[in-house]
């Protein structure tokens, strides 16, 4: 069974700070992604690896920055924390190559004060 | 790039009577169309999906149909019932990158 897991299911951080939120998964999946879910916006895709120490930036980077150093591990960090980055946050991962299942993680809800 | 629009955004309906909810993609390289579910609090998760060489598909009470001459697709629920209500998301995919629709929130009333 696949397992994608986060590192924080609630976070609140303080405008400024930098905040790190972190993806692991376990099915040796090539890609990885990282979405923002905001209501009545859909799933916004901020940045995709597809391969280890390879990112491409999605709809929405701005603001952020990704990190994959091992093939199981996607982090995506916001350099300094905006009210307007309150959201849930969740990463994804599939095997390379169309037609494949994206499996989620539970998302993690941040919220920066 | 891929452009996916999903309507409605709100759909309610009474308990056994037929749901349907319809996209539409941009991108004629598209060739992967998903359709995730998503309960409150929950991850999104897949319940069907649709490849391009294929103009319907059907699992139990949820079906898919593919239009690609005319780049839609749509998801329907036949008998619906309480645990369908959920929202649900559409999205088409060229490659590796999901491109997806902005959900559409089902009610089922008992």
């Known amino acids: 069974d696949v397992k994608v897991t986060q590192s924080s299911r609630y976070l609140v951080k303080r405008t400024g700070e930098k905040v790190f939120l972190e993806c692991v998964q376990d099915m040796d999946h090539e890609n990885m992604f990282w979405y923002r879910q905001d209501p009545g916006l859909g799933l916004r895709l901020i940045y995709f690896?597809?391969?280890?120490?390879?990112?491409e930036k999605g709809d929405i980077p701005e603001g952020y920055s990704v990190s994959r150093e091992k093939k199981e591990r996607f982090s995506l960090i916001l350099e300094s924390a905006s009210t307007n980055q309150t959201s849930m946050y969740l990463c994804a991962s599939k095997y390379q190559g169309g037609s494949y299942e994206q499996y989620f993680g539970p998302g993690t809800r941040l919220t920066v004060t | 790039g891929e452009n996916v629009e999903q309507h409605p955004s709100t759909l309610s309906v009474q308990e056994g009577d037929s749901a349907v909810i319809k996209c539409t993609y941009s991108?004629?390289?598209?060739?992967?169309f998903p359709w995730y579910k998503q309960e409150l609090g929950k991850r999104p998760q897949l319940i069907i999906d649709?490849?391009?060489?294929?103009g319907e598909k059907k699992d139990q009470r949820i079906a898919v149909t593919l239009n690609k001459t005319a780049k839609h697709f749509s998801l329907h629920i036949t008998e619906t019932q309480p645990e369908d209500s959920a929202v649900y998301f559409c999205?088409?995919?060229?490659?590796?990158?999901?491109?997806f629709g902005t959900g559409t929130s089902l009610t089922v009333i008992p």
């Open positions: 649709i490849r391009s060489n294929v």
């Open positions: 999205a088409a995919s060229p490659g590796n990158q999901f491109y």
């Open positions: 991108d004629s390289a598209s060739n992967y």
């Open positions: 690896s597809y391969d280890v120490k390879m990112k």
